[in-house]
């Protein structure tokens, strides 16, 4: 029992790290491409079309920035709970991962580059973590 619940917060914890980190990563790209002026983000259609015109540079750098934020979410459940905590906070991850390239259009060198980033970052924050 004590080892679930200690699963159970390293999961928290790191689910928590990655969720700051995400914030920070799209306050990043907020003050490096901002909405133009009289920009409505509630209009259809508006969110993904303000992605689609992403300058390459913030991409690339938001990727290196979400597979920075993976490693260390990943690296803090495991070291708090073990490897099964990392591997659980990696598959809510993928989801969420999943979910963003499938909605929005990025350009097909970050739909190809995210996922590798971010399982690499993944198995190191894991590896390195674990006891």
């Given at each position: 029992m004590k080892s679930a619940v200690r699963t159970l917060l390293a999961v928290v914890a790191?689910?928590?790290?990655?969720?700051?980190?995400v914030v920070a990563d799209e306050m990043f790209s907020a003050v490096v491409h901002p909405f133009p002026p009289g920009f409505?983000?509630?209009?259809?259609g508006s969110i993904p079309e303000h992605v689609r015109r992403y300058p390459g540079w913030v991409l690339a750098v938001a990727?290196?920035?979400?597979?920075?934020?993976?490693?260390a979410a990943?690296?803090?459940?495991?070291?708090?709970?073990?490897?099964?905590?990392g591997a659980v906070v990696t598959?809510?991850?993928?989801?969420?991962?999943?979910?963003?390239l499938s909605m929005l259009p990025y350009?097909?060198?970050?739909?190809?580059?995210?996922?590798?980033?971010?399982?690499?970052?993944?198995?190191l924050g894991i590896r390195l973590g674990s006891r």
């Open positions: 790191g689910m928590a790290l990655a969720f700051a980190l409505d983000p509630n209009a259809p990727g290196l920035m979400w597979g920075a934020t993976a490693a990943t690296w803090v459940a495991s070291r708090i709970g073990g490897r099964l905590a598959l809510l991850l993928a989801a969420a991962l999943a979910f963003n350009v097909m060198w970050f739909t190809i580059a995210m996922p590798a980033t971010f399982f690499v970052a993944c198995l």
